[in-house]
Every structure is written in structure tokens, then in C-alpha cells.
């Protein structure tokens, strides 16, 4: 069996995974059209190309436009259950066993929906899901950087009540060049007292420093991103030695120009070096993509072999925001199948 086919049969984990960035587009024009939401076209090939980004995508910021019609359609209830769910079936088909989904609940109160009826609407998407489909999930709530210090305090005190229905962390995104990660630091404490898992994105297109100061003033336990490390050696030996693990997402990396192609992208050689990295997908939608793809990628062009997509597998296990108990059952699961593969190729 050759690594492509095995990938297909391979047991996945996606740590870092925007709710609003994996959107079907066909599900966006759908609810835009029903919602009378102005759209350039009713054709849906024509318009993924509002959703998704192509090859000549320039920048961060030029990426982040293809948000707009997701987050238009994201403003009801019965919506945000609906993307929910059908992220959940779309991710079980590709054999994603676990996956952590992010969303600024902030970003979906626009049209009079409150912080509760958001999260609650992830939360049924979340259950429907798992209850349908062999696969298990969590969620994180996003403060961003943009918005005030008491906002993320809000995100942080209101999220907490949902701990045990599966809120287990909060993340930190947005413009971190014109805004230092330490504005939420009050946030983010207190998430830890409040038993919140805590990453931060932090050096993904500049600003390297930024991992340090998020993992000692925000208590981050992973870094989404961190493509940066490597051009700040201090930064570097930080990363290695504290086994900061990475939440790495090739794909849009190059597409927002983090790096400038897939080659050059400093994955391969951050897991050579025994830095903690896991393969994700970001946004599936806007970059289109999936975790199958991913991996594809990594084969084609940074050499990956079947031991290197096992590492950071189990990688992804051992930082993954679940209970002891839970990451044990998983970690069993994967390695069992991991090892039926093996098995086969004797």
C-alpha cells in the first residue's frame, strides 16, 4: 500500500480548525440566498471563488476577505447549528477522530443573537454531530486581538460556564502586528484559574517574540502557527526547550505569504529538531483544503514518511485539550489503527 493510500485510512486530528473558515460554500450561498443576502452570483462554482482563496493570494490580510459572506450567514442560531454539524460530518468522512473547533462568539452577535445563543448553537451542532458520526470534538472560544481587554474578560467568564459541555480553552487571533498579545493578558489569567486551556497565535506572519510572551504572560499551552520561531534563535531554543508544541497549518501558511511556498515552509525541520508540531487545516473552506490534503502536501513537498505523520499524530494526541482519561482512549484508538496499517504491509 502506497502513503497516499494509506492516508486515506489514517487516523486524523485537527487541533486548529476555524469554524468560520470551514463554511461549505455550498451551504453559504444556500443560507444567503435564503436570508436575502446579497450575492455577486447564484452559480456556486463561480461563487466559491468569493469563499476561497487561489494561488495568487498576496496576504493575511487579502485571506481574511473571504470571511465576509461566511460570517453574514453565521448570525442565526439554527445556522451556526447547521455549519456545526455538517463540519462534524465532513471531517468524520476523511477519519478525523478528534478536532478541536474555534470561534469568535463576538463575530456572531451582530444581528441581535447573544453570547449564550451562539455558544449553545455550536454546542447542538457539536452533539448532533457526534451522536451521528464516529467522531469526537471540542470547542474554543476566540477573544480577538482588535477588541478590548474586557471583551476577552467576557469571553473568558461566560465561557467557563461551559466547560462541561464541551467549551475546554480559549485561543487569542486577529492583527497581532498592530496588537501585543500582554492587551488580553488579564483574559487569559484568568482562564487559567478558571481551568481554561489556553493557545495563542503568535508569530504567523513576523513577530517570533510574540511566542514567548504568549506562552509566559498568557500562559499559552500551544502556539497556533509559530511558523516565525525559526528566525529568532532565542525564540527557537525557547520553543525546544519548553516543548511549546506548534499548531502548524501548511496550507494557508503559504497562502497568506508566511512562507512563500510549500517547500519552504519550516515544518520538516521543527519535527527534525524534536519540536512538538501537529498538522492542521485552518480554515477548510478558505484555503480548500482538509486534513487529507494536508498530508499530501507534507509528502509531496517537504519528504514526509509514514514515521513523520505518525509523530506528529501522536503528537497531536499527547497536547490535544481533553481529559486524561479521554486522551488515553484516543491515543489507544489511534495507535491500534495506526498499527492494523503496519500490520497490513508485512
Given at each position: ?234 525564540v527557537l531554543e525557547y520553543v525546544k526547550k519548553n516543548k511549546i508544541p506548534l499548531e502548524q497549518c501548511l496550507t494557508s501558511n503559504v497562502q497568506t505569504k508566511a512562507v512563500s511556498n510549500f517547500e519552504s515552509h519550516p515544518i520538516k525541520t521543527y519535527l527534525d529538531q524534536n519540536i512538538v508540531v501537529t498538522v492542521n487545516t485552518d480554515n477548510m473552506t478558505v484555503s480548500n ?58
Open positions: 500500500m502506497i502513503l497516499e493510500e494509506i492516508l486515506k485510512i489514517i487516523p486524523k486530528i485537527d487541533l486548529h480548525c476555524h469554524l468560520s473558515g470551514s463554511v461549505r460554500p455550498e451551504t453559504i450561498l444556500e443560507i444567503a440566498l435564503e436570508e436575502g443576502i446579497s450575492v455577486p452570483t447564484n452559480e456556486i462554482n463561480k461563487f466559491k471563488s468569493h469563499v476561497q482563496v487561489n494561488d495568487d493570494c498576496k496576504s493575511l490580510k487579502e485571506y481574511l476577505t473571504k470571511f465576509d459572506f461566511n460570517l453574514m450567514v453565521m448570525q442565526k442560531a439554527k445556522h451556526i447549528e447547521r455549519i456545526t454539524y455538517e463540519l462534524l460530518q465532513d471531517t468524520a468522512k476523511e477519519n478525523v477522530k478528534y478536532i478541536e473547533i474555534r470561534f469568535a462568539p463576538m463575530l456572531h452577535m451582530n444581528q441581535g443573537l447573544s453570547f449564550e445563543e451562539v455558544v449553545e448553537a455550536v454546542i447542538k451542532g457539536k452533539e448532533k454531530g457526534e451522536k451521528e458520526f464516529d467522531i469526537k470534538s471540542n470547542l474554543l472560544l476566540i477573544c480577538m486581538r482588535h477588541q478590548s481587554p474586557e471583551k476577552s474578560i467576557e469571553v473568558v467568564e461566560k465561557g467557563a460556564e461551559y466547560i462541561d459541555r464541551g467549551v475546554v480553552g480559549v485561543d487569542l487571533a486577529g492583527n497581532e502586528h498592530d496588537f501585543e498579545p500582554t492587551i488580553h493578558e488579564e483574559a487569559f489569567k484568568l482562564a487559567k484559574e478558571k481551568g481554561l486551556h489556553r493557545t495563542v497565535h503568535a508569530g504567523e506572519t513576523g513577530i517570533p517574540e510574540n511566542i514567548i510572551i504568549s506562552v509566559e504572560k498568557l500562559f499559552a499551552e500551544r502556539i497556533g502557527h509559530g511558523v516565525y520561531a525559526y528566525q529568532n534563535e532565542k483544503t482538509n486534513l487529507h490534503k494536508e498530508y499530501e502536501r507534507l509528502i509531496e513537498y517537504q519528504n514526509f514518511n509514514f514515521d513523520d505523520i505518525k509523530k506528529v499524530l501522536l503528537n497531536s494526541v499527547e497536547v490535544a485539550f481533553i481529559e486524561k482519561s479521554e486522551k488515553e482512549k484516543l491515543k489507544l484508538k489511534v495507535e491500534k489503527e495506526i498499527n492494523s496499517i503496519i500490520k497490513s504491509q508485512r
